[in-house]
């Protein structure tokens, strides 16, 4: 078996006092049915697609809304070892789940893959990226841990600081690199819109609030304090549209 995951999920994690208005939320947007919730302070649950495999989780946290990322495999001692080898740091440990740290800070599970997942594609908007957000002092670490970790080969385009590590059927990981110079890196969810004018005005209906518009996305904050964009990008492949 190898070490490289076979299955990527992005976590939601929200604050406890907030989480049912954020549960509402992002069940509408993604059109995923919540499941039963689990874990000891019914912390978790799953957002079930109505098709493919499901890769959007949601947590209950002691603390203010952000991401973090369940990498499933067939070999957990493995991965574990192999993203050790690379530079990331052991957490702590969650019953049988190691969570680790990136070298540049960013949170992440050691899980175990069920099936043969893949992300289907319909045309209509679609949770289908995770964007790191890299201070400076961590760009050049991140991107060779993320690229070997994953087993993906950076894409570059106009833009040098932004790098896709992309595969077919998969989360898309977006790596950014930030103004900023330093600090811990973390992420935001990117959703390809099928409409961004539609999907803002309906989104801001469900809850949300839009905190800029650029060119090719805009960015919202949604119900219990998650930033995401959604982006000009094409949700039947995930890339820029043209391309």
Do not use: N
């Not at 052991?90 to 992300?119: I, K, N």
């Not at 991140?142 to 040098?160: D, H, I, K, N, S």
């Amino acid at each position: 078996m190898t070490a490289r995951p076979a299955w990527i999920q992005v976590f939601l994690d929200t604050p406890a006092d907030r989480f049912e208005d954020a549960v509402a939320f992002w069940s509408a947007v993604t059109g995923g049915r919540p499941s039963a919730r689990r874990g000891e302070g019914d912390q978790f649950l799953t957002l079930e697609p109505p098709q493919g495999a499901a890769h959007v989780k949601m947590q209950a946290v002691g603390a203010r809304a952000g991401v973090h990322l369940d990498l499933d495999s067939g070999d957990r001692p493995a991965a574990t070892e192999r993203a050790r080898e690379l530079g990331a740091t052991t957490a702590w440990t969650y019953h049988d789940v190691e969570v680790m740290r990136s070298p540049g800070g960013f949170v992440f599970c050691q899980t175990l893959v069920e099936g043969e997942p893949e992300l289907v594609r319909d045309g209509s908007t679609v949770l289908d990226q995770v964007c790191l957000d890299i201070p400076a002092a961590h760009w050049q670490a991140e991107v060779a841990f993320w690229a070997a970790l994953t087993g993906r080969a950076p894409e570059v385009g106009r833009r040098p600081e932004l790098v896709r590590l992309v595969e077919d059927g998969q989360l898309r990981l977006l790596l950014q690199r930030l103004g900023e110079q330093d600090g811990r890196v973390r992420a935001h969810p990117d959703l390809a819109s099928a409409d961004r004018v539609s999907d803002t005005d309906r989104h801001r209906a469900l809850g949300a609030t839009v905190i800029a518009a650029r060119d090719h996305w805009t960015v919202l904050e949604a119900p219990g304090g998650q930033v995401y964009c959604l982006t000009d990008r094409d949700p039947t492949t995930g890339r820029a549209r043209g391309v």
